[in-house]
């Protein structure tokens, strides 16, 4: 992770920009211009520059006997954003799932250790919370519910040299295979290479959603897909600090299947079956088709979770109608609650 520079901060504007062209005179003469400041790079309002000070490097150590070591590594590193002035740092969760060594980073390069406060599923939220006192400004909450298509915003990293401008492309549900849903996320584009806990920023330096995942898809036309990233709507956080000032777990009672399930023509495949889960513990396989969440006909992965959580609580038996090499059967799962499998206390 690089340090913070002194010196005026500028914001690139990278070169899809924009990617939403009009075909008016006036347009033309607004995209020439807005390529002149892409070859130069703009500078950041006053408040932006603020904000940005508050994104704080991220690394987190993992133990080698961990379920997500496999699959995210040991070592994880990204971007936090510290919300309050007693050194809470919000954060996409996978950075500190299972994590028993935390350190935040702040502008200038000093390393502040940090413990990990909660990680909410169901938003991807994590938190944790330097056990220093940390010399960082926290930022304040926009209104990330306003946001919509077209808005330009900036996204920024640990560093603030790497802001970057970009276009709000869409605001949609999202479905991911680890079993994750998650209603009107902010796409946006160009894409952000290192997004993993990147800050999504308004002009005057507000917080509207926290970096979690690069898509292809973040813009949908009718000329095609452009790629570009997903955030987390800080809407959203409110709830989740508040379960845990209640001493609550983030993300208690949801039934969990151990299984990645993804869409492809016809309907929902297996890819993957968490070892040791109750997915595996029912004979599932990767390559087993869903055809049905108990009564429910599923073919879409947003469909398939819906259906599984609204069963009822952790410990919950769900039937999946299962199809294997022409032969289809019923195999009922006892589900359990995520944040026992995982090793989080």
């Known amino acids: 992770m690089s340090r913070q520079t002194s010196g005026p901060t500028t914001i ?105 406060v909660a990680y909410d599923f169901s938003t991807g939220f994590g938190l944790v919370r330097t056990t220093l006192p940390t010399r960082v400004r926290p930022v304040s909450f926009g209104d990330s519910k306003s946001v919509k298509h077209k808005d330009t915003v900036t996204i920024a990293g640990f560093g603030g040299g790497a802001a970057q401008r970009a276009i709000v492309t869409d605001r949609r549900d999202f479905a991911g295979y680890w079993e994750y849903f998650i209603e009107n996320a902010i796409f946006t584009s160009p894409p952000y290479e290192s997004f993993g806990g990147a800050a999504l920023f308004t002009d005057d330096g507000d917080l509207l959603g926290v970096g979690s995942l690069f898509i292809g898809d973040a813009y949908r036309g009718p000329s095609g897909v452009l790629p570009g990233n997903m955030f987390i709507p800080v809407d959203r956080l409110p709830a989740v600090i508040e379960m845990v000032k209640e001493g609550k777990r983030p993300g208690i009672g949801r039934p969990w299947l151990g299984l990645y399930a993804q869409q492809v023509p016809g309907g929902l495949v297996i890819a993957h079956v968490s070892p040791d889960g109750p997915a595996a513990r029912a004979g599932l396989r990767r390559g087993d088709a869903i055809n049905s969440v108990g009564d429910v006909l599923v073919d879409e992965v947003s469909m398939f979770y819906r259906a599984v959580w609204s069963a009822g609580p952790a410990g919950t038996r769900i039937t999946l109608s299962i199809e294997r090499e022409g032969d289809e059967f019923d195999v009922t799962i006892r589900t359990v609650d995520r944040y026992d499998f995982l090793k989080l206390d």
């Open 12 to 116: 690139t504007m990278a070169s899809l920009m924009p990617i939403f062209p009009d075909a008016s005179d006036e347009a033309e003469e607004q995209n020439e211009e807005r390529s002149s400041e892409r070859r130069r790079g703009i500078p950041a309002p006053p408040g932006l520059v603020r904000a940005m000070r508050s994104v704080v490097g991220l690394k987190s150590s993992v133990p080698k006997d961990a379920r997500t070591a496999e699959t995210l590594g040991t070592e994880r590193g990204g971007h936090g954003i510290v919300i309050d002035d007693q050194g809470l740092v919000v954060t996409v969760g996978y950075l500190i799932m299972e994590a028993n060594k935390v350190e935040i980073v702040e502008p200038g390069g000093r390393s502040v250790p940090a413990r990990v």
